[in-house]
C-alpha cells in the first residue's frame, strides 16, 4: 500500500504534465479506480482505424480456411457473403475447424503486433505499469461463438497460469473487444476488490481448456457486469476473478486480451537487466517468466530505448524462436492439453 500511495502522490503531483505529454492517459480518479476495485473500464483507446487492421486479417484467415475446408468436402460453402460478426457463426454450425485453427495466439500478423503496441494503449500501461514496460506474447484472441462448448469461460484469476512467484506483482491484463460487447453477447463480468486477497484454488474445468476457481472457493461479493464498446478496453489486475459467460445472440462477440508487467519482474525478453531488477535464479527461486512458456518482449523504455522491439518482424522472429520453458503447474491442469487436442480437431 505504501508503493501505491507513493505512484498516486507522483500523479497528483504531475498530472498537468502527463496530461500534456501523452496522447491517452488515465486521470486519477481512474488510476484509484483501478487500484482499489481491481479494473477499470477505458473508453475510446482504439479508433476504428487501429481495429480494423487486425480484424482484415482475421478475415483473411478464415477465408483460407474456409476455402480449404470446401475443396475437401468438410464445408458446404465459403460463406464469404456474412460479415464479420456472422460468417463464423455460420461456419461454426458445420465444422470446428476453422475456429480452433485461429483460437488463442494462433494468429501472429503485422496487425496483431501493432495492436500490441498501439501508443495510446502503451500510454495507458506505462502510467499502470511503469515505463520499463513489457508485452507478453501471451496474448489471445477470443470468438465467443453461440453455442460453442469453449466459449463460456469460467470465474479464475489469470494468476492461476501464472508462476507463484508473480503473485504479489501486477501483471495487467487488457481486455479489447473487436465489436461491441455487452452482457447479451458475453462482455466481461468481474468480482471488485478481491485482488487483495491473493490466489485461490482452482481446479480444471470438465471438458474445457480453463482452470476454474470452484464454487466453494470463489471469493465473497457481488460479481459486476462490464460491457465494453468496441475501442474500449477493460482492465485488469492478474488477481481480479473474472468470467464470461455464454452469447446469446447469433453473432460472434470477437475480442483479445493482452498483458504488460514491469520490466523489474521475472521476464525472458532480451533485455540488458538494470539494478534492482529480477534475475531468474533456482536457488532464489526466481523464475525465468511470469509465464515461461510464451516470450516477452520491451515495448517501450527510458534507460534502453536501443532494446525497444519496433517491428513485426522481429516481433514473429521472437515467437518463432523462443524455447518454451516448464513452469509452476500448482493446480495440476491440463490446460495446455487439451488446448492442443481441440486446435487438433
Same mark, same amino acid.
Given at each position: 500500500?505504501?508503493?501505491?500511495?507513493?505512484?498516486?502522490?507522483?500523479?497528483?503531483?504531475?498530472?498537468?504534465?502527463?496530461?500534456?505529454?501523452?496522447?491517452?492517459?488515465?486521470?486519477?480518479?481512474?488510476?484509484?479506480?483501478?487500484?482499489?476495485?481491481?479494473?477499470?473500464?477505458?473508453?475510446?483507446?482504439?479508433?476504428?482505424?487501429?481495429?480494423?487492421?487486425?480484424?482484415?486479417?482475421?478475415?483473411?484467415?478464415?477465408?483460407?480456411?474456409?476455402?480449404?475446408?470446401?475443396?475437401?468436402?468438410?464445408?458446404?460453402?465459403?460463406?464469404?457473403?456474412?460479415?464479420?460478426?456472422?460468417?463464423?457463426?455460420?461456419?461454426?454450425?458445420?465444422?470446428?475447424?476453422?475456429?480452433?485453427?485461429?483460437?488463442?495466439?494462433?494468429?501472429?500478423?503485422?496487425?496483431?503486433?501493432?495492436?500490441?503496441?498501439?501508443?495510446?494503449?502503451?500510454?495507458?500501461?506505462?502510467?499502470?505499469?511503469?515505463?520499463?514496460?513489457?508485452?507478453?506474447?501471451?496474448?489471445?484472441?477470443?470468438?465467443?461463438?453461440?453455442?460453442?462448448?469453449?466459449?463460456?469461460?469460467?470465474?479464475?484469476?489469470?494468476?492461476?497460469?501464472?508462476?507463484?512467484?508473480?503473485?504479489?506483482?501486477?501483471?495487467?491484463?487488457?481486455?479489447?473487444?473487436?465489436?461491441?460487447?455487452?452482457?447479451?453477447?458475453?462482455?466481461?463480468?468481474?468480482?471488485? &476488490?478481491? *485482488?487483495?486477497?491473493? $490466489?485461490? @484454488?482452482?481446479?480444471? !474445468?470438465?471438458? #474445457?481448456?480453463?482452470?476454474?476457481?470452484?464454487?466453494?472457493?470463489?471469493?465473497?461479493?457481488?460479481?459486476?457486469?462490464?460491457?465494453?464498446?468496441?475501442?474500449?478496453?477493460?482492465?485488469?489486475?492478474?488477481?481480479?476473478?473474472?468470467?464470461?459467460?455464454?452469447?446469446?445472440?447469433?453473432?460472434?462477440?470477437?475480442?483479445?486480451?493482452?498483458?504488460?508487467?514491469?520490466?523489474?519482474?521475472?521476464?525472458?525478453?532480451?533485455?540488458?537487466?538494470?539494478?534492482?531488477?529480477?534475475?531468474?535464479?533456482?536457488?532464489?527461486?526466481?523464475?525465468?517468466?511470469?509465464?515461461?512458456?510464451?516470450?516477452?518482449?520491451?515495448?517501450?523504455?527510458?534507460?534502453?530505448?536501443?532494446?525497444?522491439?519496433?517491428?513485426?518482424?522481429?516481433?514473429?522472429?521472437?515467437?518463432?524462436?523462443?524455447?518454451?520453458?516448464?513452469?509452476?503447474? &500448482?493446480? *495440476?491442469?491440463?490446460? $495446455?492439453? @487439451?488446448?492442443?487436442? !481441440?486446435?487438433? #480437431?
Amino acid at each position: 500500500m505504501k508503493a501505491l500511495e507513493c505512484r498516486l502522490q507522483n500523479f497528483r503531483e504531475g498530472a498537468r504534465d502527463l496530461t500534456t505529454r501523452l496522447k491517452k492517459t488515465l486521470d486519477l480518479e481512474q488510476l484509484e479506480h483501478f487500484h482499489r476495485e481491481g479494473y477499470l473500464m477505458v473508453e475510446n483507446i482504439f479508433s476504428n482505424e487501429d481495429l480494423q487492421p487486425v480484424i482484415d486479417e482475421i478475415s483473411e484467415e478464415i477465408d483460407v480456411l474456409a476455402r480449404q475446408l470446401v475443396a475437401s468436402g468438410e464445408l458446404s460453402q465459403t460463406y464469404e457473403e456474412l460479415d464479420f460478426e456472422q460468417r463464423l457463426a455460420k461456419i461454426s454450425q458445420e465444422t470446428d475447424k476453422v475456429a480452433t485453427s485461429i483460437w488463442n495466439g494462433t494468429l501472429a500478423g503485422p496487425a496483431f503486433f501493432g495492436l500490441i503496441c498501439n501508443p495510446n494503449l502503451l500510454d495507458v500501461a506505462e502510467q499502470v505499469c511503469g515505463e520499463e514496460l513489457i508485452a507478453s506474447s501471451v496474448y489471445r484472441l477470443r470468438p465467443k461463438i453461440p453455442g460453442h462448448r469453449m466459449s463460456a469461460v469460467p470465474w479464475h484469476q489469470d494468476s492461476g497460469y501464472f508462476e507463484p512467484y508473480c503473485d504479489k506483482a501486477l501483471v495487467m491484463t487488457v481486455w479489447l473487444p473487436l465489436v461491441d460487447a455487452d452482457e447479451t453477447n458475453g462482455c466481461m463480468w468481474v468480482l471488485p &476488490r478481491q *485482488h487483495r486477497g491473493g $490466489v485461490v @484454488l482452482h481446479k480444471q !474445468a470438465e471438458g #474445457k481448456p480453463y482452470i476454474e476457481i470452484p464454487a466453494s472457493h470463489l471469493p465473497e461479493g457481488d460479481p459486476v457486469c462490464v460491457p465494453v464498446k468496441k475501442g474500449g478496453a477493460l482492465l485488469m489486475t492478474n488477481i481480479t476473478p473474472h468470467a464470461s459467460f455464454e452469447n446469446k445472440t447469433d453473432k460472434v462477440r470477437w475480442s483479445m486480451d493482452l498483458r504488460y508487467q514491469s520490466a523489474s519482474l521475472p521476464t525472458n525478453a532480451n533485455i540488458t537487466r538494470l539494478p534492482g531488477e529480477s534475475v531468474p535464479s533456482a536457488e532464489a527461486g526466481v523464475p525465468i517468466a511470469c509465464y515461461p512458456p510464451e516470450a516477452d518482449f520491451l515495448v517501450r523504455s527510458q534507460a534502453r530505448p536501443n532494446e525497444v522491439v519496433t517491428s513485426a518482424k522481429e516481433f514473429h522472429r521472437i515467437r518463432n524462436e523462443h524455447l518454451a520453458q516448464p513452469m509452476t503447474n &500448482r493446480f *495440476h491442469g491440463q490446460w $495446455v492439453g @487439451l488446448e492442443q487436442e !481441440a486446435v487438433a #480437431k
